[in-house]
């Protein structure tokens, strides 16, 4: 079954340093998201992509935040000035596959996520 | 309560017995969506039940949906060791542009222990 993929799994950088966090969603998704989820805490809805372009945007995801879909199949989420609070797990998900299902009533499909810890 | 808000916060149980888990929401939904997330690791999928089903069943999983209180429930049936994870329920709301690409907001999870 095909699955997302994200790398690293885990990424260590220091405070002011520059992240880039890697997906590669399904293939035929057209629909592209990233989440993260704060040690003990709800996963929240950072950025959502579609058509090579931002759809939807969170108050997390502020001017430090840029997403590329730089080729057909990567999808990466970059922080330029990474801060102490930025650690968390961060999910890629994909979703939205042409069929007979509505694709508003797809799944979305998770990776294992990149555990990013700020120092 | 918040939105995807699930209760309990924690359950332990035997195995071979039932888990269910609740979930409540406020605002109107196009579909709710369960996910397992094992420790340290990534969100599954379960189970996508739309706002016009009222029980969706998988394997040994039921999900229900009762829209006029805005709440699901998730029944693991002759549960297993290996069922031991965190599971979610997410929203997906009603997006401003009514587009296919809706973000989804989570509940803060229902940690389920099963012991063998």
């Known amino acids: 079954e095909p699955e997302v993929t994200q790398t690293p799994s885990h990424q260590v950088t220091q405070m002011g340093q520059e992240v880039i966090l890697r997906c590669v969603p399904i293939?035929?998704?057209?629909?592209f998201y990233w989440y993260r989820q704060i040690l003990g805490q709800k996963v929240e809805f950072l950025v959502s992509?579609?058509?090579?372009?931002?759809?939807?945007k969170s108050e997390i995801f502020d001017d430090q935040f840029s997403v590329e879909r730089p080729d057909g199949s990567n999808f990466t989420l970059k922080i330029r000035s990474t801060k102490l609070e930025d650690s968390a797990m961060y999910f890629c998900?994909?979703?939205?596959?042409?069929?007979?299902?509505?694709?508003?009533?797809?799944?979305?499909?998770f990776g294992d996520g990149t555990r990013l810890s700020i120092l | 309560s918040q939105q995807g808000e699930e209760d309990p916060q924690a359950l332990s149980i035997q195995e071979g017995e039932n888990a269910t888990m609740n979930c409540s929401y406020k605002?109107?939904?196009?579909?709710l969506q369960w996910y397992r997330q094992n420790s340290g690791r990534g969100l599954v999928h379960l189970i996508l039940?739309?706002?016009n089903e009222r029980e969706k069943h998988s394997g040994r999983l039921r999900v229900t949906l009762d829209t006029s209180k805005k709440s699901s429930s998730l029944l693991i049936t002759a549960s297993r060791a290996a069922d031991t994870a965190s599971y979610f329920c997410?929203?997906?709301?009603?997006?401003?542009?009514?587009?296919?690409?809706?973000?989804?907001?989570w509940g803060l999870g229902t940690s389920l222990a099963v012991n063998p």
């Open positions: 997410a929203t997906d709301g009603v997006a401003p542009n009514a587009g296919n690409n809706r973000k989804l907001i």
């Open positions: 039940i739309r706002s």
């Open positions: 992509f579609y058509n090579n372009e931002i759809s939807e």
């Open positions: 293939s035929n998704h057209l629909y």
């Open positions: 605002t109107s939904i196009n579909n």
């Open positions: 998900a994909s979703s939205g596959s042409p069929g007979r299902v509505r694709m508003s009533n797809q799944p979305q499909h």
